[in-house]
């Protein structure tokens, strides 16, 4: 693994983004939906058990998860999954996000 690679899943983001820790992430820009869909990402389950969980098919999933990942401006799933995993508590502090734990 590259330096970089080894900051970008230390941080939760891009390298060289973080200062002093981990990146500033623009929750608020999430919709209370996509902010479900993010919480339950770090579980590292296939699209089809998070749609079974939130009652949505798994083509809605795939579309909220590219809408967190354009909006967080990371390159993948797995990014946000680390993002998840690592924010988690700045997650949950939005409403009805932590609903579906």
């Known amino acids: 693994m590259t330096m970089m690679a080894d900051e970008r899943m230390r941080t939760g983001g891009r390298a060289g983004d973080a200062v002093g820790g981990r990146p500033e992430m623009d929750f608020a820009t999430l ?3 996509e902010l479900e869909v ?3 990402l770090a579980s590292g389950e296939q ?3 998070l749609a ?3 009652g949505i098919t798994e083509r809605t ?3 909220h998860t590219s809408s967190i990942v ?3 401006n990371l390159k ?3 990014e946000a999954a680390i993002v998840s995993y690592l924010h988690a508590e700045d997650i ?3 409403q009805g996000a932590a609903s579906v734990i």
């Open 31 to 33: 919709t209370e939906r």
């Open 38 to 40: 993010l919480v339950l």
């Open 47 to 49: 699209n089809r058990w």
């Open 52 to 54: 079974r969980r939130l």
């Open 61 to 63: 999933v795939r579309a």
């Open 70 to 72: 354009r909006k967080l």
């Open 76 to 78: 993948s799933r797995f």
């Open 92 to 94: 949950r502090g939005h």
